[in-house]
């Protein structure tokens, strides 16, 4: 998992990405209408115009995809720490964060300290066990 910075700037990435394919796409198959009576009809023949129903409803969906990114990005924002909170109460955060940090790496330290032990004493019993299986060979085959 990554922290809230990050998901926040994949998401900003991510909807940047749905605007320029969002542009592109209306770029691509819109419609050649005038913007006054006026103007004259246009039209291009490399134009892959798409049907009005289609256009709109492709326009409907590509809005919907970002406005769910935006809530997305929102919720991050408002997850991150420092909101509402004043300097004073982030400072004793990360000084009793600091101090768990403190804490476990010192419960590390000694759970590394007991593995080491039991592996020696494990090895000295598998040490003495084939010792002791070499010396019953040795008394079996010299009788």
Known sequence: MTDRLTQLQIC?????EQFCG??????????????NEAEEHMSDPQAHIVDEK?????????TTDMILKTRQIM?????????????QEQLHRI????KQLIKMEKDKIDAIKRKD???EKVRDLTKN?????????AETNSA
């Open 12 to 16: 900003l990435d991510q909807m940047m």
């Open 54 to 62: 289609e256009f709109d409803k492709n326009i409907d969906e590509l």
């Open 75 to 87: 919720a991050l924002i408002d997850s991150l720490p420092g909101v509402d909170v004043s300097a």
């Open 117 to 119: 032990r039991l592996l």
């Open 129 to 137: 066990f084939t010792v002791g299986i070499n010396d019953s060979k």
């Open 22 to 35: 969002a542009v592109n796409y209306i770029d691509k198959n819109h419609g050649f209408e005038p913007s």
């Open 95 to 98: 000084d009793s964060l600091q």
